[in-house]
């Protein structure tokens, strides 16, 4: 690497041009002299240093992004567009004992938004009912049937959150039934913003607040001080109402942060990472209680928890049961009702795993046999009868984990010949603009998305015109997201390197996610050893340096794939990459090595 410059983009890491999976390998690119700064100040080793230049940590950030703060890094709520208009309408509403509902998506991060709100009302002294849609009758987000059924239940005010910007029609329709609506989101939405009584959203064209990182959860617990500051400018606050420590359900916004998949720097970063502190007391009987049935143990929470013990089990309830139970289970106080709800989430979980596996079988096996999934394609779309929608968001991940390529998976309704689908995309690639992009033409029923994720509705026929005009507006996209698909190592270390020591100085960048990815480690020359097949396509194995040091290692749903294979047959002089995950199992201090990728030297 040239002193006081970043790597050049074209330097193959050990070597490896392509590997096992088709990819190059590089070392993350890192100012050398913004290195030595984080050195210098921050009192680091060199790869740790080098590890928070390379993530874009400028040499006066540094101590900021290890330990942030709210005094340093909390918005003004007054900078996003109609928030103080919604503090105003909500705090009115409350005030004068009008019947506020939150009506929120099904996901961890609706969810997490309406345990936020309906925890800000009890502690002002009100109830707020929750209304969540069901994926299979009612669709995503807010519908004239909705708000009609809200309105005959006697609502005078609805706050959306995690949806809502993009519903223009239903929302007119609710103005012209003198429903009033404030709207919480942060999805991608139109220039021209919906009918009501305000539009919060970081990404809506033309808001300042620099926040558009922020989950829904995020922008919600920015509306909850806002709240409060209303509320305390109108003197409701006093002995017997006091001021809501809103510090106390920071637990909730980390949820929706790492569910939702949201970039992890500045604000959202001290959001996720004060959260996740509020979390390991485990105060929250419905996360508590969810913990427990998942059958984990109240160790300090990490994101591992929030985004592969919680977040599936949350998600099951919207996926392929009761939409509502999620919102239900982070709002309640009772500890009999969380461990119910709890137990009802884990048991759909188990159920959603198995109809998960079935259609990413039946979806893989129409892929190949198609050849969607060719180099010349952009994306990926495939479309299957039956197909649980509460699943294809899951199995397009799984099919983009393996194709690496933005991909949407259709459900199609035998009947009516409606499609159901939702998509994942690939670092570089606006998938979410794309079919923003395919409604505009007509081409959708709905649909919309941000950048990594979206879903949409298809009328019968409309598949293959969705799939041609996919695959034309992200063309250009696709050469500069190929260009940049590597596999970006932090460091090169040895079996014997592997400790726990290692492990926890480079925590210190935690929490991981987006914009902040969890650091990869590279291992050159191993064989692996004593390699064991497992159940769901995964591999265990030792991997063993030339000196005889090892590892214990394991390779996510990796069997049937060329880097697999090479597990599976013992074979040596390999170069793997991954990351270091603890390992606590009876008591030991240890880790373990998550393999990302494989390579051999030997092939070109």
């Not at 050990?14 to 999976?21: F, I, K, P």
């Not at 220039?191 to 607040?209: D, M, T, Y």
């Not at 039946?362 to 495939?382: F, K, M, N, Y």
């Amino acid at each position: 690497m040239a002193d006081g410059g970043p790597l050049r983009a074209e330097s193959a890491f050990l070597g490896v041009e392509r590997s096992l999976s088709g990819r190059a390998w590089r070392l993350r690119p890192a100012e050398s002299t913004v290195t030595r700064a984080h050195m210098q100040a921050l009192g680091l080793d060199e790869p740790l240093a080098r590890a928070l230049a390379s993530r874009g940590v400028r040499a006066d950030q540094g101590e900021q992004f290890l330990r942030p703060t709210f005094k340093a890094l909390f918005p003004d709520p007054s900078c996003f567009t109609d928030m103080d208009a919604a503090a105003e309408a909500i705090v009115e509403a409350a005030e004068r004992g009008a019947k506020v509902h939150v009506f929120a998506d099904y996901d961890v991060d609706g969810a997490s938004s309406a345990a936020l709100l309906v925890r800000w009302f009890r502690a002002f002294g009100a109830e707020l009912p929750i209304y969540v849609p069901d994926r299979l009758t009612e669709g995503y987000g807010p519908s004239p049937r909705a708000f009609d059924t809200l309105k005959a239940q006697g609502a005078e005010l609805v706050v959306t959150v995690d949806c809502g910007a993009a519903a223009n029609e239903a929302l007119e329709h609710a103005a012209k039934i003198g429903l009033e609506v404030v709207v919480i989101d942060h999805h991608m939405m139109r220039a021209q913003p919906p009918r009501a009584r305000a539009v919060v959203n970081p990404n809506r064209p033309g808001c300042n607040s620099g926040q558009g990182n922020l989950a829904a959860a995020g922008v919600v617990f920015v509306l909850l001080a806002a709240l409060n500051r209303e509320a305390r400018k109108r003197g409701l606050f006093g002995p017997d109402r006091p001021e809501p420590d809103i510090r106390r359900w920071l637990d909730l916004a980390a949820m929706g942060a790492i569910c939702d998949v949201t970039g992890l720097t500045g604000f959202n970063r001290a959001l996720t990472g004060m959260g996740l502190k509020v979390m390991s007391d485990w105060a929250n009987p419905g996360l508590a209680a969810l913990l427990a049935a998942a059958g984990a143990e109240q160790d300090v929470a990490k994101s591992n928890h929030a985004g592969f013990i919680l977040g599936p089990r949350i998600n099951a309830g919207g996926r392929i049961g009761r939409a509502d139970l999620g919102a239900r289970l982070l709002s309640t106080d009772d500890p009999d009702e969380a461990r119910a709800i709890a137990l009802e989430l884990d048991a759909l979980n188990r159920t959603r795993r198995e109809v998960e596996a079935a259609v990413t079988d039946q979806a893989l096996r129409r892929v190949e046999a198609s050849g969607a999934h060719a180099d010349d394609s952009a994306v990926v779309v495939v479309e299957g009868d039956d197909w649980h929608p509460g699943v294809v968001g899951i199995v397009a991940g799984r099919l983009r984990e393996r194709f690496r390529k933005p991909v949407v998976v259709i459900g199609v309704d035998p009947v009516t010949g409606v499609g159901k689908g939702s998509g994942r995309s690939q670092p570089g690639m606006n998938l979410g603009g794309a079919v923003q992009g395919a409604w505009e033409a007509g081409l959708l029923l709905a649909g919309g998305g941000h950048a990594m994720a979206a879903g949409l509705t298809v009328a019968r026929g409309g598949v293959d015109p969705l799939r041609d005009f996919l695959n034309d507006r992200l063309a250009d996209e696709r050469g500069a997201a190929v260009a940049q698909d590597w596999v970006e190592i932090d460091a090169l270390i040895d079996p014997r390197g592997t400790t726990r020591d290692l492990f926890e100085s480079f925590e210190q960048l935690a929490p991981f996610g987006p914009a902040n990815p969890e650091p990869l480690f590279a291992l050159e020359g191993v064989q692996a050893r004593e390699p064991v097949a497992m159940n769901g396509g995964h591999v265990r194995c030792r991997l063993v340096g030339p000196d005889g040091a090892s590892v214990k290692a394991i390779w996510w749903r990796c069997a049937d794939l060329p880097g697999g294979k090479a597990l599976l047959s013992g074979q040596g002089g390999l170069s793997v990459a991954g990351r270091l995950k603890a390992d606590d199992w009876n008591g030991r201090r240890g880790v373990q090595f998550e393999i990302e990728d494989a390579a051999d030297p030997r092939m070109g």
